[in-house]
């Protein structure tokens, strides 16, 4: 193996090994430019906020690094087109309340009988009321 190659090898290596039991020591720089540069601020702290390693048992980044992430999307903010569609919760519906309780169907259930083996039990008795 050439030492050109193996140079290359060990830098993913030596990544996720930080990744994985260093967290707390990555830079908001290291983030960016090393390990996830395709990923928008908003991505990288939804990310970092919701990541909990239970077979190392190890937390996030530092919470200085998740302050500057939190400054950045304040910054950011202001920019109409943002590229964190990927991970963006949208808890909008685009339908209103009325649109949803006009398309139930109401049912009636009084005439059907319960199966004979729910009758037998007790805890089923109210089917009989």
């Not at 050109?4 to 260093?22: A, C, D, H, L, N």
């Not at 430019?33 to 906020?49: G, M």
């Not at 239970?54 to 400054?71: A, E, Q, W």
């Amino acid at each position: 193996m050439s030492r050109r190659k193996s140079q290359t090898m060990r830098v993913p290596k030596y990544e996720i090994g930080k990744v994985i039991f260093q967290k707390s020591r990555i830079s908001y720089e290291e983030i960016v430019n090393d390990l996830c540069p395709a990923l928008s601020v908003q991505q990288l702290y939804r990310i970092c906020t919701q990541y909990w390693d239970d077979k190392y048992d190890t937390h996030s980044v530092s919470s200085s690094v998740l302050s500057d992430m939190r400054i950045l999307m304040t910054e950011d903010s202001n920019i109409a087109a943002s590229s964190a569609f990927l991970l963006d919760d949208n808890s909008s519906i685009p339908f209103s309340i009325d649109d949803i309780s006009s398309s139930f169907q109401e049912k009636e259930f009084s005439d059907v009988k319960p199966a004979e083996g729910l009758l037998d039990h007790p805890a089923f008795h109210f089917l009989q009321e």
